[in-house]
């Protein structure tokens, strides 16, 4: 056992390090590049580039210290069998899912857009799950993989804070893993959607986790080593 303490909102934790995983979500081209998905739905996408530095730091611990790293992306199969029609037809036909773009076909498995970032990019032995939905357990085996290896802990960072990291957190919470949201880890396109996916999740004594910055939790992983 590896134990690490640090401040977090609404109270302070005490963690195994090695009953944790950090999830990484959807840190795809697609939704941080020009010209894929989140640019197709009319945002900025610059807006969530704060987040990969504090992302790439906690990475980097994460792999230093053997903590178990998962990646997700969201995503179709080529043919759409995945995609409920809703979710489709959504937006304007030129730039939705499945239309080409300058990454390829908007958020299908397999195009250059759907892939995660550089500057992020999963090692071989970090499992990446890919998902068809906003949550990472729906129709996914991260639940199977979690249990697997005996994690009841989630470190959660990624994008956004009130889409993807919300479902996901809430799913978490629901199937008895604490999540621990990395506030600077994680970028919306909406700022105040950020600060408000965050309250949601700390309210009412942590009611889906808690929320700390990437600071505690780097400057206790390094007294670990
Ligand atoms: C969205 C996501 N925002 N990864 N997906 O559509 O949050």
């Known amino acids: 056992m590896h134990s690490i303490k640090f401040p977090a909102e609404p109270a302070p934790l005490s963690v195994d390090v090695d009953k944790s995983a950090l999830i990484i979500i959807d840190m795809q081209r ?3 590049e020009p010209g894929g998905f989140g640019e197709a739905l009319g945002n900025d996408v610059s807006r969530l580039q704060a987040a990969v530095a504090p992302c790439r730091a906690v990475l980097d611990a994460a792999r230093h210290v053997g903590m178990l790293v998962i990646h997700t992306r969201e995503g179709h199969r ?6 409920p029609p809703h979710k489709v037809e ?12 300058p990454m390829g076909r908007i958020l299908v498995r397999g195009e250059p857009g759907h892939d995660i970032i550089p500057e992020l990019y999963p090692l071989p032995s970090e ?23 005996g994690i009841d802990t989630l470190f959660v960072a990624g994008v956004t804070t009130e889409v993807c990291v919300n479902t996901t957190v809430r799913e978490a919470n629901d199937r008895g893993f604490r999540c621990i949201v990395l506030s600077d880890c994680c970028a919306s396109y909406f700022p105040e959607f950020h600060q408000m996916g965050l309250a949601m999740i700390k309210a009412q004594g942590g009611i889906f986790g808690s929320v700390v910055g990437s600071g505690p939790l780097l400057s206790s992983l390094a007294g670990m080593s």
Do not use: C, S
């Open 30 to 32: 697609d939704f941080l």
């Open 78 to 83: 080529p043919d759409l069998t995945d995609a």
């Open 90 to 101: 959504r937006g304007d036909p030129a730039t939705r899912i499945g239309a080409p773009g």
């Open 127 to 149: 499992p990446v799950i890919d998902k068809p939905g906003k949550g990472a357990f729906y129709q996914t085996d991260l639940e199977l993989m979690l249990k697997n290896r």
